[in-house]
């Protein structure tokens, strides 16, 4: 570390810090500002020449005079120091702790952008997980490595799901618990406590690292956020053989965060301002799930992001969808209806599913199943429409059936208490009996033999 | 061309993967290593004594004031023995290999040789070369086994022509040693060996150009039945997420009847990389039976890994596919996708502060991706060989809007659109190409093969199909005004029919192992039992038959799961099912019949 401070900032604009003067200073590397008050901000250099470098302060520039702006570069990147102790601590979007305890010491740092995997090195995700809610497992299972967001818009129940599922998931036959590693950016008092108490009351606060940017905190912080809890995720998963689940809320804001500070560099912008570089910003983040090659842990992420307006062709959940192997979307509509959860089935999708599932993973029947009820649940909504065009009187018995088994599906098989952890077997029972309402010529994605074992009509 | 001193000089700037350096001498368009840690990157643009360089790795910690390199030569792959079945990055680093080195991680500056260089390999020179024959770029000067599908040729590098003064015996040889000498007509003497290095942004020379005459068979039935793609053209699959365009190109991979199949993975996930290379080796190629791995090279830059190696993946990707090409090989190359491959290039434009013109895209880009596309196609090979390369680009538009600058660019290039549709994949119906958006130039240059080699009612059958799903898509829309009982029992009939052909035909398994590939033959079959169904029905319907009773017969649930009772190779009893079903109809019929004269 170098202990020489240099007095010659010579612009200070929207976070951003120019200092001219200084010998030859590494891209990357991370700053310490001592402004007129004698208060410490940090930042990192995001342009160096041989001129003059130019900083992102993560406290942002306001109140700064170029005067009495003293910056000393530290020689190294961005880094989180790693040890065991992390787990049942907060930090901030830094790395410093924000629960009024001591720092993590220890001699192993690392920088928080990680070189990329090999795709080489990957092994393919393939252990089911049973969350205990049938819309997630029945119908677009997570597997152990993946990254299957949560698709929410404002005043969904995405937080308490996100809950439910770092409460409830386990590998079934076995009684391992993940621990989990929480990143919150931008989220507000009322949300970051219910985690805490969420995490407290179920007894895994233990088994947990929060990292924590509030809504009033500088945004900047929140690129750092992501990048500093995968850090300490691979740490607990690679180094300590530990399966970790990831949360992230929301990515939303990380985005609104780079665009605003990719906005301040004059970066060219894409779609709705954000920048063109969005989608490889977030698969940096994103990619950094998974299983590695003789490695017995695992990273499974679990982002959360509200899609702004409800609109999931906005840039963000558009992107994000492309990256990621799949998602669960909420639907504003069944959450009026007062169903919990309120995931909206035909959009969602697991892409890792298919290897995950079946027999020697959950059961013979799941993958037709689950491909039964989409195709019979997108003929019923169709069905649905027509009833509310024409009255439910005027439609074919067939049709009505249709119209029944919607409703059905809704309340029974979406529709779960928040405490309610059914088993990957309850759950493809509850399809069965639903799916009973047919008569088995009406079936034609489920096999004969899967007809005769478990069809209520032709099984008896 | 390639300039074998290297020079040096230091870095002036360093802006994420855009580096200034002060370089004297440097071309545009030079491989240079940077820093202390020997970054690779390209020379992308001069301005005055300084260049600018995209840098293939990340900067982080590199200073202004570190050494730099020329290499005095571009960017160029090592092409030879040992690349199929091989998994390479955007820059063809071997990832194995770095993997097996360096661990889960890439590391930076490490750059191993694409290619084994000790592993022998078995050369059995072309009979009839003797010394003192002219000789020219692209001939071939002998063959290796690469893998038991595929028999390496040794060609001439194209940009040496001359006299062969020396030709190495059948042997074992490794990539190092010569094999032939070549003495070009300024007396200088090039020594041959298995391999030799091809810039990758310079298409590979050939005779001519020719039409494509045989459609690529991808054992996918709205892809071949529908729309059609030839071999040595260009196809592009654009979709939402979620919409099944990776499925697509991993079924096109592994059913396509293609010599040789180029992966590239340019800026998507990584696990679907590892999908291939965990089932392509257990997974038999249709047509000779080996592993179809043997027959499968992949380039892989995921999301994830630095953005400037994404651009030149593709162009990695391609140099490769023209190589086997040349060779005389029917190549496939795959690009997932080619979205991803644009917004590098818009990065890279915006660092440079370059003028933006369409949501953020450079001006250029309509251009470049002509230009990529353009090398495809089915030509005449230097030693006077047929070869091809067919190009297949996945396109990720943004919200699903083929409106966007990438996807509308490429729809003006290609030849063969599958357009992947939200509804249908929405609904479950795989694979969610739509009928109604997709579009093969290619149909009657297609029909051709189809009615000589398969059946001669094909282009009548395949245009009955889809006039039935027009009719169905208009049918349904008064349906949904004003309900089914408006439409008359032949209406009625028509929406079955359209149903039958959906799910008996366009939708197709890629998980099921009897649906996932069905032969020409087979797919014909299919189509033709279906539409022959329709019509006895119809006919029934003219009768006084109530659609009602067609309906409910139960040898229309059975036809529907055809495509997964037979396989390809049970066009018997695909046959015998036809004569079963027919039969079924004609019981109705004389039933019919018969009342009808009771009450006459």
């Known amino acids: 570390m170098s202990a020489k401070e240099y007095r010659t900032a010579s612009a200070a604009r929207g976070g951003l810090l120019t200092v001219s003067n200084v010998p030859s200073i590494a891209f990357g590397d991370r700053v310490r500002i001592r402004d007129q008050k004698g208060n410490t901000r940090n930042g990192q250099v995001i342009l160096s020449s041989d001129e003059e470098v130019l900083i992102q302060v993560f ?6 005079d170029m005067e009495n702006t003293w910056v000393r570069f530290l020689d190294e990147p961005v880094e989180i120091a790693l040890s065991p102790e992390i787990l049942g601590r907060v930090f901030s979007g830094l790395g410093e702790p924000r629960d009024f305890r001591p720092p993590i010491v220890s001699s192993l740092r690392r920088s928080i952008n990680a070189a990329p995997f090999n795709p080489a090195a990957r092994t393919y995700p393939k252990e089911f997980i049973q969350t205990g809610v049938s819309t997630i497992d029945g119908l677009n299972s997570l597997v152990r490595g993946q990254k299957l967001p949560i698709f929410s818009a ?38 970051a406590r219910f985690f805490q108490e969420e995490f407290a009351s179920s007894g895994v606060l233990g088994n947990v690292v929060m990292f924590v940017n509030m809504a009033d905190d500088p945004p900047v912080e929140r690129l750092t956020l992501p990048r500093m809890a995968l850090t300490a995720a691979e740490y607990l998963a690679f180094d300590l053989d530990r399966h970790v689940l990831v949360v992230m809320t929301d990515m939303t804001h990380y985005a609104e965060a780079l665009r605003e500070v990719a906005t301040a560099k004059g970066d060219v912008p894409a779609r709705k301002g954000y920048p063109g570089y969005l989608y490889s910003d977030l698969a940096e983040i994103y990619e950094r799930s998974g299983r590695i090659k003789d490695r017995h842990g695992s990273i499974t992420l679990v982002p959360v992001l509200s899609m702004p307006s409800d609109d999931i062709t906005h840039p963000i959940p558009d992107l994000t969808g492309y990256i990621t192997e799949g998602q669960i979307v909420l639907s504003r509509e069944l959450h009026n209806q007062g169903i919990y959860p309120p995931v909206h089935i035909s959009p969602s999708l697991s892409r890792l599913m298919k290897d995950g599932i079946g027999k020697d993973f959950t059961r013979e029947d799941h993958p037709h199943v689950s491909n039964q009820l989409y195709a019979l649940y997108a003929r019923a909504l169709e069905t649905r429409n027509l009833a509310s065009i024409i009255g439910a009187d005027e439609l074919s018995a067939r ?29 493809l029972n509850l399809a069965w009996n639903l ?22 009509q032709s099984g008896e | 061309m390639i300039n074998k001193e290297s020079r040096k000089g230091t870095i002036l700037e360093i802006n994420g993967p855009i580096v200034t350096i002060r370089l004297p001498g440097v071309h545009n368009g030079e491989q240079v290593r940077i820093g202390s840690l020997g970054l690779y990157g390209e020379v992308i643009a001069l301005e005055g004594d300084k260049a600018i360089v995209q840098i293939y790795e990340s900067t982080e910690m590199v200073r202004p004031g570190e050494p730099v390199e020329g290499l005095g030569h571009p960017l160029s792959v090592e092409l030879g023995p040992g690349l199929i079945g091989g998994i390479f990055d955007g820059v063809q680093r071997p990832l194995e290999e770095m993997f097996l080195k360096a661990g889960d991680q890439i590391p930076r500056g490490l750059s191993p040789d694409p290619l084994d260089r000790e592993k022998l390999w078995r050369f059995v020179p072309t009979e009839n070369l003797e010394p003192n024959m002219p000789i020219i770029g692209g001939a071939r000067i002998g063959t290796v086994q690469e893998t038991e599908t595929v028999e390496h040729r040794i060609m001439v590098p194209p940009d040496i022509e001359g006299e062969l003064i020396e030709l190495a015996p059948e042997g074992d040889y490794n990539l190092e040693e010569t094999i032939g000498q070549v003495r070009d007509r300024h007396g200088h003497v090039h020594h041959l060996k298995l391999f030799h290095r091809w810039p990758v942004r310079k298409p590979r020379p050939y005779q001519s150009r020719d039409n494509g005459i045989d459609p690529l068979i991808t054992g996918q039935r709205i892809l071949d039945t529908f729309f059609p793609l030839l071999k040595g053209s260009k196809c592009a699959v654009p979709g939402p997420f979620g919409a099944g365009k990776t499925v697509v190109q991993h079924q096109v991979a592994r059913w396509a009847n293609a010599d040789i199949v180029i992966y590239v993975g340019c800026g998507e996930r990584g696990n679907e990389l590892v999908d291939v290379l965990d089932s392509f080796p257990k997974l038999k190629d249709p047509y000779t039976g080996r592993p179809l791995m043997d027959r499968t090279l992949l380039i892989a830059n995921t999301s994830n890994m630095p953005v400037v190696a994404r651009e030149a993946s593709i162009y ?38 370059q003028m933006p013109v369409e949501e953020g895209y450079p001006a250029y880009l309509a251009s470049r991706l002509a230009a990529f596309y353009e090398r495809a196609g089915r030509v005449e090979t230097m030693d006077c060989g047929k070869g091809s390369v067919t190009l297949i680009g996945a396109v990720s538009p943004p919200g699903g809007d083929f409106s966007e600058p990438v996807t509308s660019h490429t729809k003006e290039i290609i030849q063969t659109f599958w357009a992947l549709s939200k509804e249908l994949a929405d609904a479950r119906h795989y694979p969610a190409i739509d009928w109604v958006d997709s579009f093969s130039a290619d149909v009657g240059t297609a029909a051709e093969w189809w009615h000589e ?16 799903l027009a009719r169905d898509a208009e049918l349904s829309r008064i349906v949904n005004l004003v309900g089914p009982e408006a439409l008359s029992s032949a209406q009625r009939w028509v929406l079955e029919g359209a149903t039958l052909i959906k799910e008996g035909v366009l939708q197709q398994s890629a998980l099921d192992p009897v649906d996932t590939f069905s032969s020409p033959e087979k797919q014909f079959m299919l189509l033709d039992l279906i539409l022959t169904v329709y019509d006895e029905g119809a006919a029934l319907i003219e009768l006084g038959v109530p659609v009602q009773e067609l309906s409910e017969m139960p040898v229309l649930a059975r036809l529907r799961r055809c495509k997964e009772l037979y396989d390809s190779s049970q066009i018997d009893q695909l046959k015998a099912f036809r004569e079963e079903a027919l039969q079924d109809f004609k019981a109705i019929h004389s039933e019919y019949a018969q009342r009808g004269e009771q009450t006459a």
């Open chain 2, 316 to 353: 990695v990707g391609i140099t490769i596919a023209e190589y086997y090409r040349d060779q005389g090989f029917d190549v496939v190359m795959l690009a997932d996708s080619t979205s991803r491959w644009a917004e590098a290039l818009r990065e890279v434009s915006g660092r440079l502060g």
């Open chain 2, 453 to 468: 080699n398969i059946d001669r009612g094909w282009e009548k059958r395949r245009g009955q199909a889809l006039a039935m």
């Open chain 1, 435 to 456: 799916l009973s309402s047919f008569p088995p010529q009406a079936l034609t994605r489920v096999t004969e033999t899967e007809m005769a074992k478990y069809h209520r």
């Open chain 1, 399 to 427: 049709d009505r059936r249709y119209l029944e088994f919607a409703d059905a599906f809704e309340e029974r098989f979406v529709r779960q208490g928040e405490d309610e952890d059914r088993s990957i077997e309850e759950t």
């Open chain 1, 59 to 64: 406290e942002g520039t306001d109140d700064l």
């Open chain 1, 154 to 191: 404002s005043g969904l129940p995405h937080n308490r799901l996100a809950a439910q599922i770092v409460r409830q998931a386990k590998l079934p036959d076995d009684d391992s618990r993940f621990s989990v590693v929480f990143a919150a950016m931008g989220v507000s008092y009322a949300d």
